[in-house]
Each structure stands twice: as structure tokens, then as C-alpha cells.
């Protein structure tokens, strides 16, 4: 299927040196604002309480969220969670421990107007099970990157797959600069996303390198940087829809799924557009450039020598 049909090559490669630039650029500084300014985690990875309260009508998170910053919490996280209920999350309070703060904060919802507040259940996430979780996450996506590895090489050869790899580290550095820079809150819900980033740059870079692939074998009068450029063009229509529709998707979970999807939605959303740049602009530059030629994939033809006559 074919939304459109581009019949002249778009010459990508052209200017793939100035948008190199720019991603080593835009790379660079990601890498600044996440050693500079850090991961805003949440509770999960940090340690803390969380506060889980039911209702038979609801207030409003804007409320609740002011009577919380009033009793002293500010840095408070409320999101509806499930119906009728209310997921609180309170980071580390030194001298106060979980029985102490959950009693606190059922207080300051009972003097709200509505329906009376009813605890459901109470949870501690200690700083040494955040640690954990960040360990595990970071372990997670070391294997990631390393079964994509093993995957391209054996599928392709290894200039695709370290070209596929630099890509999906510059997609997942750059998502996790943002969160750096405007200090989104990093939470497992967002490392699930950055995850289903790597996953879903790869699929992208697959499909263009397995264009590639079969246009080296089938156009013979063309230098790599053709190969490549036709390989892209002929792969428009089908990038158009296939990301169009994901990231219509995603786009409508950030903005009508609410905050308990926002961040998820959001870290998708970036991974969405800068996967797509990196498949054209990052891993198919570096690709040519690391010698990529039609002898890798087209084995010469053996000449068969005649047998001698006695």
C-alpha cells in the first residue's frame, strides 16, 4: 500500500554531513543537561510512600494536589488511578515513617469538601529498592542493545548493525536530555517507553537497510550514495503512514490520557520523530561512510573454467 509515489530519488545523502552536524550537536547537548542537571527520578527510583485513596465521587486532582502543598507536601504527585480512586506519591520524609505520613495525608483529604476519603492500602519503596530498579533498568537496556547487535550483524553485516546501534543511543540520548533538561519526572512507565523506542528504531532501520540491500543486487549502475537515496525515497510512502498512524496514537494518549499516561505518551512522542530522523540521517550516513559497498552483499560470479580435453 502506498499513500504516494515519489518517482524522482530525494538526494538524502547530499546533506547528510550538515544533518550530522546537527545531531552530534543536538547529542552533545543532551549528554551536557544529563551529566549537568541530572534524571528527575520518581518515587520508584528514589524511595518513598505511596498513598493509595478511595472515593465515591472524586474532587479534583488541582485540589487535592493544593491541600497536599499546604500540609507541607509541595513536592506531592497525585493521579487518578483507577475509578473512583487516588494514587499519592510522597518522597522520603526523615522522622516520619509510612504509618505516621499515610494518617497525615488521609487528614488533609478529610478536611476537603465531597465524599469522604477511604484508605486502600499504603506502600513504602525504600532507597535500596530504588536502587535496584535503576540497576535493573540500566542492565535492561545494556542486553537490549546488545541482542540488537547480535541481531544485525547476523541479519546484515556489521557496519549495518553499528549503524543501527549508534542511532538507537543517539534516539534514546536525546529523549533522556530532554527529560534532563525540562526535569520531567523519569519513572518505570518512561523507561518502558525508552525500551519501545529501541524496539521500534530498529524496526525502522531494518526496513531501510533491507531496501538497501536489495537495491544494491538490483541496480548495478549506482554509487552507494544512490543506492541509498533510492533505497529511502522508495520507503517515503510507507514511513508516512506507518509513523503517521503510531504517532497519531501516541499524540492522543498525551494529550486526553492523563497524567498517569503523559510522560509515557511524551517520551514515545520524541522517540517516535527522532527515530525516524536517525534511521535517514544518522544510521544510513554512517553506514556509507564506514565503506559500505555492493561486494558485501553481491558475491562475484565464479568463471568456470573448461575442463581440459586429453
Known amino acids: ?91 522520603n520524609r526523615e522522622g516520619l ?36 530498579l535503576a540497576s535493573d533498568g540500566a542492565m535492561a537496556l545494556l542486553l537490549v542493545v546488545f541482542g540488537i547487535i547480535v541481531y544485525l550483524a547476523l541479519r546484515f553485516e556489521w557496519r549495518f548493525a553499528v549503524s543501527t546501534i549508534v542511532a538507537n543511543l543517539h534516539d534514546v540520548v536525546i529523549i533522556l536530555g530532554f527529560f534532563a533538561f525540562f526535569q520531567w519526572e523519569f519513572s518505570l512507565p518512561v523507561l518502558a517507553a525508552v525500551l519501545a523506542v529501541l524496539g521500534y528504531s530498529v524496526n525502522e532501520s531494518v526496513i531501510v537497510f533491507d531496501r538497501v540491500r536489495e537495491t544494491f543486487r538490483k541496480k548495478r549502475n549506482m554509487n552507494t550514495a544512490q543506492i541509498i537515496d533510492h533505497a529511502i525515497t522508495a520507503m517515503i510512502s510507507r514511513t508516512v503512514i506507518t509513523h503517521g498512524s503510531t504517532l497519531m496514537m501516541v499524540l492522543s494518549m498525551l494529550i486526553f490520557g492523563g497524567e498517569v499516561l503523559h510522560y509515557f505518551a511524551l517520551a514515545l512522542t520524541i522517540g517516535i520523530i527522532f527515530g525516524v530522523y536517525s534511521s535517514i540521517f544518522v544510521a544510513s550516513p554512517m553506514a556509507m561512510w564506514l565503506g559500505t559497498s555492493r561486494e558485501h552483499f553481491v558475491k562475484p560470479k565464479k568463471e568456470k573454467q573448461d575442463e581440459a580435453v586429453v
Open 1 to 91: 500500500m502506498e499513500f504516494f509515489r515519489q518517482r524522482n530519488d530525494i538526494p538524502f545523502m547530499r546533506h547528510a554531513l550538515k544533518f550530522n552536524a546537527v545531531s552530534t550537536i543536538t547529542f552533545l547537548l543532551a549528554v551536557f543537561f544529563i551529566v549537568v542537571r541530572g534524571l528527575n527520578f520518581s518515587v520508584e527510583f528514589t524511595g518513598g510512600t505511596l498513598v493509595e485513596v478511595g472515593y465515591s465521587e472524586p474532587p479534583r486532582l488541582e485540589t487535592v494536589r493544593h491541600a497536599l502543598a499546604t500540609g507541607g507536601y509541595p513536592d506531592a504527585q497525585a493521579q487518578n488511578f483507577g475509578s473512583g480512586e487516588i494514587l499519592i506519591r510522597l518522597p
Open 97 to 132: 515513617d509510612t504509618a505516621q505520613v499515610s494518617q497525615h495525608v488521609l487528614g488533609m483529604l478529610q478536611s476537603l469538601e465531597g465524599s469522604e476519603p477511604q484508605l486502600r492500602r499504603v506502600e513504602f519503596v525504600g532507597p535500596q529498592i530504588g536502587k535496584e
